[in-house]
């Protein structure tokens, strides 16, 4: 038996990386910095170091707050000197490991193939977990989980085929850093030190070899400060935090040693919005002082944005969770009775007939049995009225329903109906299940942004036969010993509460070709090669 404390630590590493209003002048003051003149184009531009600073569940309107209210000078700072976009699409699902796959490789689900943060591999015949809530912690297999983290998610189940940012750097001879994010494959081998803690009685090997950019930093597992103490605190979330992210991104400038990009995740935001709900800004705060951590050690913020271009941005937003447990969550298990349910404890059989693997306000329902159609899950599904979106695949269609409502939408790529980025489409059926509007074969989004193409995407993102479902704002997914966010917030859907995030942007007049997190490694690549 291994030992309780094990788990303990395993437990606060795995929730630390993942589940780990507004005055009505603010948002003018925001655009009237925008507007502000730009620092005239130099000629060596694109020598200049790419700085992405990705704070989780950075949002648009407690950004804005937080910058009136005096309390994120260096985002305020950043902003009056460049640009702002309060409105970029992130990916489906609203879950930081698949956004993060989005963002590296410029593609959705159905190409990077990492569904979200819990999902059931049929290949494998198993669970998997990017992170949990303690009560599936002390059910699930926790050494798997980390191996999950550290080596499968990025080596294998990001899909090899499909290059990363770091990759394709790499094989243009330009280096490049990745500081505490969760996705970082690329060409140069690393070795993750595994803290000795953790090994000690468990079947973890004390190292793991990778392969990520040529500067890699990682929580407790590397790091590119030799004299960095703080991911050794267990209290610290052993290095999964702003202050260690920032100090390594220091450390890169003062040593001038920052490549042509780097990318640094201040996790610590999300956190704060989970048990306070959307309206909070602490988490912006301690963001914005790490901020300034990396912008002093230029010796001014002045220079910095002389020296460096700055790209700040948020992944997902989160929607407020109503404070009462019964009313908030929808527990699957209620709902699909009829079947046998795989229990988390347990390994899958094959007498198990379904599979429900929960990402917050969304939830991949898996059908073992070959014998139930995913009709039948359906139908049962249509009888909860707080279900928001329900699709399956039949052939290479996607069908979308929802709770209480009969009416359905098909459809699949390539067709006559063109959406605002390009993509053509085929469908019948009921577009306002999807909140489309249709205009001489001219598609519009509603409160679901680029929804065609995300939900192809998770749809396509891997082997088996499941149904995609997401719930109203409002409310979350839940099943056997779900973590809850009652009173806080929660994200993972569709809906644009969870889906669109800012983007600022200081020294480069270039920008992204659409304003979707999709679109930003080309962007990324020609900052730093052209």
């Known amino acids: 038996m291994k030992p309780r404390f094990t788990y303990a630590i395993l437990l606060l590493l795995a929730l630390s990386l993942t589940v780990i209003s507004c005055k009505p002048d603010s948002a003018s003051q925001i655009r009237q910095h925008s507007l502000k003149a730009q620092p005239s184009a130099e000629k060596n531009e694109s020598q200049k170091p790419v700085l992405l600073i990705l704070i989780d569940s950075l949002m648009d309107k407690p950004l804005q707050e937080a910058i009136r209210q005096g309390r994120a000078p260096a985002l305020g700072y950043l902003l009056a000197n460049g640009r702002y976009y309060p409105q970029v699409v992130s990916s489906f699902p609203t879950m930081s490991v698949a956004i993060d796959s989005t963002l590296l490789t410029g593609t959705y689900a159905n190409q990077h193939h990492v569904p979200g943060l819990s999902w059931f591999s049929n290949k494998e015949k198993r669970m998997i977990y990017y992170g949990y809530g303690p009560k599936e912690g002390l059910k699930i297999d926790q050494p798997q989980v980390l191996l999950d983290i550290l080596h499968q998610l990025n080596l294998v189940q990001l899909n090899p085929h499909t290059k990363t940012i770091h990759e394709e750097l790499a094989e243009k001879g330009k280096d490049s850093a990745s500081i505490n994010a ?33 500067l890699m930093s990682y929580a407790a597992f590397a790091q590119l400060n030799p004299n960095q103490k703080s991911e050794k605190r267990i209290w610290r979330k052993y290095g999964m935090n702003d202050e260690f992210s920032a100090h390594e991104a220091a450390y890169l400038i003062a040593n001038k040693k920052l490549p042509p990009l780097t990318i640094t995740y201040l996790p610590e935001n999300d956190m704060e919005v989970h048990k306070k709900g959307p309206a909070t800004i602490e988490g912006i705060e301690k963001a914005d002082k790490a901020l300034q951590n990396v912008l002093d050690a230029f010796g001014s913020w002045d220079k910095a944005i002389k020296e460096a271009r700055w790209i700040v941005m948020g992944d997902s937003g989160q929607t407020p969770v109503l404070d009462d447990r019964k009313t908030a969550t929808i527990d699957l298990r209620s709902i699909l009775t009829d079947y046998r349910i795989a229990k988390i404890s347990q390994p899958v059989t094959h007498t198990d007939q379904v599979v429900i693997s929960p990402n917050e306000r969304m939830a991949y329902i898996y059908a073992l049995d070959s014998r139930i159609p995913l009709s039948d899950i359906v139908i049962r599904l249509q009888r909860e009225p707080k279900l928001d979106i329900i699709a399956r695949k039949e052939n290479q269609k996607i069908i979308v329903s929802a709770g209480k409502i009969n009416r359905q939408f098909s459809y699949q790529p390539n067709g006559p109906f063109t959406d605002p980025y390009g993509q053509t489409w085929t469908f019948s059926g009921d577009p306002r299940l999807l909140d489309l509007t249709i205009t001489k074969n001219q598609i519009t989004y509603g409160k679901y942004p680029d929804a065609l193409a995300r939900l192809y995407g998770a749809m396509n993102s891997h082997e088996g036969r499941y149904v995609v479902v997401t719930v109203q704002p409002g409310h979350e997914l839940i099943t056997e010993s779900s973590p809850t966010h009652i009173g806080g917030a929660a994200h993972g859907s569709l809906h644009e509460v969870d889906s669109l995030v800012p983007l600022l942007v200081t020294g480069t007049t270039m920008g992204p070709k659409t304003l979707r997190i999709v679109d930003l490694k080309d962007w990324l690549l020609r900052l730093t090669t052209e």
């Open 182 to 214: 969760i996705l970082w494959r690329g060409k140069t081998p690393h070795t993750l030190q595994i803290p000795r803690l953790i090994d000690f009685g468990t079947r973890l090997p004390s190292a793991i070899n990778v392969t990520g950019p040529k």
